[in-house]
């Protein structure tokens, strides 16, 4: 990062945790028992970057293009989902914590949309850390949204910008991820936060998501804060 900042950590970090099913395999268990693992980690991860004074975390969830697994595997992991949600709310609440949902609720099951909702209603009022949940979501198909939206609205073309096409979009009241982590040893986004990563830095690591623990957050920061974010213009060097 620039010498001149006067904050090296990221403000926004986004998290694709992959690997739940792979580390599961491993053990010889349910792929379904690497998902309970891996949403149990994402508590112990989220509370570990608020201690850490992060303020906006965005955990990619379940995507648009997940429905094609097999159908057992997506019921479980609803269900997983709306388990953990419930206990994640009163953390949140206990936490100050606030839950924003990136995605669509359309498709979801009954109980988990009660529970996005009620998560959503419950936390408004947090103001510690903004816990983005990108639940059914998809990048091109946020972006797809917004410029149908845009067009219901009768907005000119002439009048589009980024900034106007950014509050159109799921995160229009957050800013831009810093840092965006990658776990399981891919190195993609998989249709995540595609517009809003346009200057994020990215971070891939071999480890899977359930053993991304404290020493691997400190390495993915300590990896940031070594970078130099120009956002195109020279380096204070030249």
């Known amino acids: 990062m620039s010498s001149d900042s006067e904050d090296a950590s990221p403000r926004h970090v986004g998290l694709i ?5 792979r580390w599961a395999e491993r053990r010889g268990l349910p792929r379904l ?13 989220v509370e570990i970057l608020l201690n850490y004074g992060i303020k906006y975390v965005t955990l990619y969830l379940f995507s648009t293009e997940n ?3 097999p159908r057992e595997e997506v019921e479980g992991i609803f269900q997983i989902l709306e388990e953990w949600l419930a206990k994640e709310t009163e953390f949140a609440r206990e936490k100050g914590i606030r839950i924003r949902h990136l995605g669509k609720l359309d498709g979801l099951p009954s109980g988990l949309r009660g529970g996005v909702g009620q998560a959503v209603d419950l936390t ?3 103001e510690a850390l903004v816990f983005g949940l990108a639940l059914n ?3 091109r198909g946020e972006m797809v949204e917004a410029v149908r939206r845009l067009v219901r609205d009768g907005i000119k073309a002439s009048d589009v910008d980024e900034g106007l096409f950014g509050r159109y979009l799921y995160t229009s009241e957050v800013p831009a991820p810093d840092l965006i982590i990658r776990t399981g040893g891919e190195m993609r986004l998989s249709n995540f936060l595609l517009w ?3 200057y994020a830095e990215l ?4 480890v899977l998501w359930p053993d991304f623990d404290r020493s691997e957050i400190d390495k993915a920061l300590a990896a940031y804060k070594k970078r130099q974010r120009r956002f195109g213009a020279l380096s204070p060097s030249g």
């Open 196 to 198: 809003q990563a346009a």
């Open 203 to 206: 971070y891939f690591t071999p």
């Open 137 to 139: 979501y998809g990048a």
């Open 67 to 69: 429905w094609r697994r």
């Open 124 to 126: 408004r009022n947090g």
């Open 33 to 45: 028992s690497g998902h309970r693992e891996g949403l149990a980690n994402a508590h112990r991860v």
């Open 17 to 21: 945790m992959d690997g739940n099913g």
